[in-house]
């Protein structure tokens, strides 16, 4: 094998790849990036079984030459090491030039490593994907379905299928809800279908892949497509392809968690309200609780709080947009609620309580696909 | 006591001061922030008894006002908890109000933090320096003698003595000197000494203490005055004074380790030079020995290597501005070369080698007040 290639080209499809090596494997290849040169280009992959990134460098793009292939071939090198070592390298072109043994060159300038590879063979195949059902999704609206229900799964292993957030597609219209079982994002989209099969998919797509996914879709508009079978899902954007594994196993009916009826509405000013959370939550999370209490008074005010007895008190009225119905007082973990209104992401919100020892929602009037709900906590 | 304090000075002289506050601490008041209101502004305190910042806020300056004293007093903070608070008010100005068992009420807008404080009285007296010399240093020079030196200082307490750095001041002549036995780092200065009583200074100033002074050294060009008694020396600037301990015992004669004559001298472009060996640093720190090889070849060149045999090799050929002397080839900590180029700071450097086995030294022609030497690994 021996190809030129652009030195920022490299560079960028292998931190992509870069994504999916797990620092700890218990299959040694996986701590290599594969490299196929063929006559199309050079393709970099990158694994840890779970998530599977692969990062496409044509010979040509948009007129310039990308790469020259000299000899096609294969090999795995040391991921980290050598994502490090092209990012120091002196010129515009890299030169990689695999020898007898598996041992490889890599020049640039006056630059010369001498790195030993591993047999591209040993590298495990790809999942095959192929009569999966079609998705079309814009790439702007693929990450925000991510970013407003992912963070939201729960970290512990105690019940894997909750690590994970539930993709239900019918007709097109896609649910994603993510849960740990203390609170629940949920957002609602509507996908290209590209094979109107009136099949239905209830998949759980774990949280750890999504995360990796964001941070490999780029900022352009071109949608994204996507391909479902029984146990993997692949995105497919520009020159990349993203492998996930599915979770296996049933994830739980969280419709009838979300309350129907309210007894209270509170609508407030986004901004102003996250910011007394946060003012809030910095002395819950240093009294160890992280619980903070909304208390609704005279004249639409909410009072903010939270107490420590090692620590003191906070305190901070806020102006209400409009309040409705009963009186409330409520405790709940100051984080998931940050969490859940950086996911909203509107200048005003609505907040519907049903008691305090129910859970409650929050919405914003401009949005009406994304609902967080939050399980209150018990302390009055 | 009672006082209104711009937040952004408050937040400032808070972030000096915390710099000295440690993690743990065996003193318990130390985790604490003391203020101090009087009639001239309010003094910030951080101690770790080792170090000692104190940050002060005039009631006024340039004609503006900072502080309104309406009851002097004193109380002990958490230092990272309220420093934490005062970044999240909403209001330009913070109002601190201290009543009764040292509850601290913190006020800015609609929010009010009660905070439980400690007695200020407990809080530890700040070190006596009263009849110590005095000398006076521009701020950048001092921040260049810091940085070209404290890098080299031992980070083990096999030799306590050796993680500080040596300061000899004879005649308003400064030498610091760091050494960690593989290495040594020197820079020499003038200073302006207050009062010309001839005494020569011999200190050691922890290497820790002068990474702190570094943080909150700000950018002005005001000269910085320098006491140094028995066991304290103290950098006052404006609105600051940074208190370290010294250490205690002889500092080891180092001037007998650094080679009068040379073998061989390379003049190097400084960055071309550092970029080849940064190259190299990465598979010799990847093959974990950290050693890199320096030889000099025909036709004024340098060939800069590394070899592990389970990662590979790396070569570099860096042509040198001139080679005198006899041919060398001599292997060195690849890190310790890398932090003294970076201390040199010059365009061209030169190597002074007098053999394989011998230390070497490194000086730039543009900046005669600067040294460093390293020792050579023994590999061939």
């Not at 590879?117 to 999942?127: I, K, M, Q, T």
């Not at 729960?154 to 909750?162: A, G, Q, Y």
């Not at 909203?344 to 967080?372: V, W």
């Amino acid at each position: 094998m021996k190809f030129y290639i652009k030195k920022e080209r490299l560079i960028k499809s292998v931190q992509d790849a870069l994504k999916a090596v797990a620092v700890r494997t218990t299959i040694p290849i996986l701590v290599g990036i594969k490299f196929d040169a063929d006559d199309r280009g050079v393709t970099v992959t990158g694994s840890d079984s779970d998530i599977t990134i692969q990062s496409f460098i044509p010979k040509e793009e948009d007129g310039e030459e990308l790469v020259e292939i000299v000899e096609p071939g294969s090999i795995v090198l040391q991921a980290r090491f050598f994502s490090e070592v092209i990012k120091k390298l002196p010129e515009l072109i890299v030169e990689i030039t695999v020898e007898d043994q598996f041992k490889t060159i890599v020049r640039s300038g006056n630059a010369e490593y001498i790195i030993l590879g591993l047999d591209a063979e040993e590298y495990p195949r790809l999942p095959i994907i192929e009569d999966g059902d079609h998705f079309s999704i814009p790439n702007d609206l693929l990450k925000s379905i991510i970013k407003q229900t992912v963070f939201a799964v729960s970290t512990s292993e105690t019940r894997p299928i909750l690590t994970g957030v539930h993709w239900m597609i019918e007709d097109s219209q896609l649910t994603a809800v993510a849960t740990d079982s203390h609170r629940l994002a949920m957002k609602q989209a509507t996908l290209q279908s590209e094979e109107r099969n009136g099949k239905s998919h209830s998949i759980v797509i774990p949280g750890k892949s999504l995360n990796e996914l964001l941070k490999v879709l780029d900022e352009s508009n071109e949608p994204i497509q996507m391909t479902i079978t029984n146990n993997q899902i692949l995105f497919r954007a520009k020159n990349l392809l993203f492998f996930s594994r599915l979770l296996e196993g049933k994830y739980p009916d969280t419709s009838k968690l979300i309350p129907t009826d309210s007894k209270t509405i509170v609508k407030l000013n986004a901004k102003e309200y996250l910011e007394a959370v946060d003012r809030a939550s910095l002395l819950a999370r240093e009294g160890k609780t992280n619980v903070i209490k909304f208390t609704t008074m005279d004249d639409d005010m909410i009072e903010i709080s939270s107490y420590s007895p090692e620590i003191g008190k906070v305190v901070e009225n806020v102006k209400s947009i409009s309040t409705e119905g009963e009186e409330i007082k409520i405790s709940f973990n100051a984080k998931y609620m940050i969490d859940a209104l950086r996911a909203i992401d509107g200048t005003e919100i609505s907040i519907y309580f049903t008691g305090t020892m129910r859970p409650f929602i929050i919405r914003t009037d401009y949005d009406d696909s994304i609902l967080q709900l939050l399980l209150p906590v018990r302390t009055f």
